[in-house]
T-cell receptor, first 116, second 115 residues
Framework: AQSVTQPDIHITVSEGASLELRCNYS??????LFWYVQSPGQGLQLLLK??????LVQGIKGFEAEFKRSQSSFNLRKPSVHWSDAAEYFC??????????????FGAGTRLAVHP | EAQVTQNPRYLITVTGKKLTVTCSQN?????MSWYRQDPGLGLRQIYY???????DKGDVPEGYKVSRKEKRNFPLILESPSPNQTSLYFC??????????????FGNGTRLTVT
């Protein structure tokens, strides 16, 4: 069955430190890949997406993600974290087979805390 | 401003008392969907709609109903709520087509507590 795994439930980093959030998917072909961020009391906002082509994609708020086919991974990175980045981050995949494009499958989320 | 609006933001109810959570979008999106978010489980799809009068079950449809009589509205109905439906609910919409490339736009969520 298709699945999305975010191995880290909670991550704490210091402000200014670099960040990497992990995401692995289980699926026969390369799906469309997304990262969303959820700030407290808010809905989910799209950070970035990957469909094809260049495996390093840039998003909003200084985030980037790298698709690695061999590892079935789509890890999110930021070189220098700001206190306002504290939020919950969700990786999601959209399968490509017929009908599957109607559904986004979400990971369980990674909650990021930022120390001053 | 383009947005997805859910109401209410917070709702406390008792077991068995019918309730409706409304969702409206002003982006003329064909596709709308409901998700529930539970700790450790991420977001799971309840129902979705490809267009007016077209709805289909997601992964966790039991205990829920939806309707899509107008393009902009997609209410979620709990005919007889139970405590296991206590959750955070999100409505989302997007343009159809594009083979899944269109991003989902989310509402701000409805936190439901069933006692």
């Amino acid at each position: 069955a298709q699945s999305v795994t975010q191995p880290d439930i909670h991550i704490t980093v210091s402000e200014g430190a670099s960040l990497e959030l992990r995401c692995n998917y289980s699926y026969g072909a390369t799906p469309y890949l997304f990262w969303y961020v959820q700030s407290p009391g808010q809905g989910l906002q799209l950070l970035l997406k990957y469909f094809s082509g260049d495996t390093l994609v840039q998003g909003i708020k200084g985030f980037e993600a790298e698709f690695k086919r061999s590892q079935s991974s789509f890890n999110l990175r930021k070189p220098s974290v700001h206190w306002s980045d504290a939020a919950e981050y969700f990786c999601a995949v959209a399968p490509l087979f017929s009908g599957g494009y109607n559904k986004l499958i979400f990971g369980a989320g990674t909650r990021l805390a930022v120390h001053p | 401003e383009a947005q997805v609006t859910q109401n209410p933001r917070y709702l406390i109810t008792v077991t068995g008392k019918k309730l409706t959570v409304t969702c409206s979008q002003n982006m003329n999106h064909e596709y709308m969907s409901w998700y529930r978010q539970d700790p450790g489980l991420g977001l799971r799809q309840i129902y979705y709609s490809m267009n007016v009068e077209v709805t289909d079950k997601g992964d966790v449809p039991e205990g829920y109903k939806v309707s899509r009589k107008e393009k902009r509205n997609f209410p979620l109905i709990l005919e007889s709520p139970s405590p296991n439906q206590t959750s955070l609910y999100f409505c989302a919409s997007k343009q159809s087509g594009g083979q899944g490339r269109s991003p989902l736009h989310f509402g701000n969520g409805t936190r439901l507590t069933v006692t």
